[in-house]
Each structure stands twice: as C-alpha cells, then as structure tokens.
C-alpha cells in the first residue's frame, strides 16, 4: 500500500472554506440560541455572549462562492471518463488479503485513464487551485471554536443524541447543526431541545442564498465541506452525525499538534481506492514508498509492517 498523505493544495482549499482548519472526527452537534440580536451560550457555571455576525457577512460570504463557483464550472473536465472497473475488490474485509488488493500496482490497474484524461485534468486543477486566494478576504466572518455535524432526516435526531453525548463527556464549546435544505428545518429540534444544548441550527440553503445553493448541486458526503464554510467558526471540529463522543475534546484546539499543523484529519474506516494517478499525475503530491499504516491499525509501529521489498 502507498502512502496516502493528504496534498498541501487541498489542505489550502479546506483552510479557506473553514477560515483555518478542519478537524475531521466523528461525534456530535450543539448550536446557538439567537436572542436579540446577540448569541446566548448558556455554559454550567458560566455564560459566554456572542455577537451576530454583521448583515453584510452573509452577501460577502455569498458573493464569493458564487465567484469560485464560475471558475469551478469554468474548468469542467473535457474528458468525463465512466468508472470503469477491470477488477473486482472483494474480501478486502480479511485482513490478510488487503495488502493485496490495494497495493499501488493493484490500484493502477483498477481503472485505466487515457492520458488526455490525466493532462485535462491536472490543467483543471492546477487553474482552479490557483483561483483560491492565499488569505480568507473577510476576516470577522468566523469567530471562535465550536463543533459542526450535518443534519436533516433521521441524522437531526442522531445529533441530539450527540449533544447529549457531548455534554456528558465535559465539553462545553458551542455546536452548530447544519441542515441541507429549508424543508429539514424542524421547529421543534431548532427552537426547543438544541438550544438547551448550546445549539443552533443552520441552513445550507439560506447561507448560500438562491443564487448559489442550487448551482452546488450538493449530495450524500459532499454536505460535510460545505457544512464547514456555511459554519461560524473559525476553529471547527466536523461531527458525524453516527458517533458517540466519549471523552472531552474542547482542549485539541489549544493542543500544540493543532497549533502547528492548523489542520488535523484521521481516515475513515473504509479501504481507499484512490488511484495513484490522483497523487502522481494530478496534485504532484509524493508519497512514500513505505506503509504508514495497515487499515485501520492506528497503534502498531508503521516498521513492523515494512520489510524493504514491498509493493507500497
């Protein structure tokens, strides 16, 4: 297996949309009550008072989206290439057979790409990466740490039980729940139980505005990046709506790993099939040539895995 590291253009990309960091995790949610004007967080032993974000926010927030958003469809692939699978990854659940299947040789041959393919797509790229702009241009638009999960349908009522969760374990930085769409608002999630929680919901819909939402055309994981920019914060851990937190986290803000790194993320508990292609043709992104980690073994030594004559 070969070393799947991130590329620093997309942490840049993630950096702008949360206005300084992702924190890619698995918990819960809490949001703000509104109340004249201002943000009440309700916190055991103490009250901490927000205030609004500026009206003018919202039209700046919105203008610049719709502007990326021109580039994005600018640079649509002139090559759309169907998945197209000569092998079937199956077993991968036995462990002794993932580094067969995922191995770098193994992935190139699971979808072949024509080199136009590669070259229009690297160009893509590169022309939309170089569009980010180095610095968010509108810096009161997020303010402080808070936990941000997705919601709507059955994942609303997961992240009440998630703020529950939240609470017991200790944390008290404000939650903010995001709904797709004006018709997963609930009334009585948004203006009775979550602002017991220190919770408050948003509205991808409204945040993005009827010029831009529709043009998203967002789906299914794609709601979780969106989710961080439409949020307040400009610290932002991202919640799944289908974990239980079970200690406290508010301190990985103020960790020194955080501080240095500005951006911490794990992998999910699936397999990647990303095509080396991704790294080696489209980001120039290099990657190693020893194994980091085994699935999702987080705790053994990356050297008990490597002996020096693996595919990686």
């Known amino acids: 297996m070969f070393n799947s590291l991130a590329p620093m253009r997309l942490k840049k990309l993630l950096k702008v949309f949360c206005a300084s960091v992702v924190l890619l995790a698995a918990t819960s949610v809490v949001l703000f009550f509104h109340f004249g004007g201002q943000i009440i967080i309700p916190i055991p032993e103490r009250t901490v008072t927000l205030s609004t974000p500026p009206a003018n926010d919202t039209w700046q927030f919105q203008q610049f989206f719709n502007g990326y958003l021109d580039a994005l469809l600018e640079n649509n692939l002139s090559y759309p290439i169907p998945e197209r699978w000569n092998h079937e990854v199956t077993n991968v659940r036995f462990f002794n057979r993932i580094g067969e299947l995922l191995s770098e040789s193994r992935l190139q041959e699971l979808i072949h790409f024509s080199p136009e393919f590669i070259e229009d797509t690297s160009d893509k790229f590169d022309n939309i990466v170089e569009q980010i702009p180095a610095k968010w241009p509108y810096e009161n638009m997020y303010r402080g740490d808070g936990y941000v999960i997705v919601g709507g349908g059955r994942h609303t009522f997961l992240a009440l039980l998630n703020i529950n969760a939240l609470r017991r374990a200790g944390n008290k930085l404000p939650v903010e729940v995001v709904l797709p769409t004006y018709d997963d608002y609930e009334e009585d999630f948004c203006e009775n139980h979550f602002p017991l929680l220190n919770a408050r919901c948003v509205i991808l819909e409204e945040r993005f505005g009827d010029q831009v939402y529709p043009r998203l055309q967002l789906g299914g994981y794609q709601f979780k990046i969106f989710a961080i920019a439409a949020s307040s914060f400009k ?16 301190k990985i803000f103020s960790s020194e790993l955080y501080k240095n790194k500005t951006m911490i993320t794990w992998p999910d508990f699936w397999l990647r099939s990303t095509s080396p292609h991704y790294y080696h043709n489209i980001t120039k992104t290099p990657i190693g040539d020893k194994r980091v980690r085994y699935f999702n073994d987080f705790y053994t030594n990356p050297n008990e895995y490597y002996y020096g004559d693996e595919d990686p």
Do not use: Q, T
């Open 235 to 250: 610290n932002c851990f991202l919640l799944d709506s289908d974990n239980i937190p079970l200690r406290k986290m508010d």
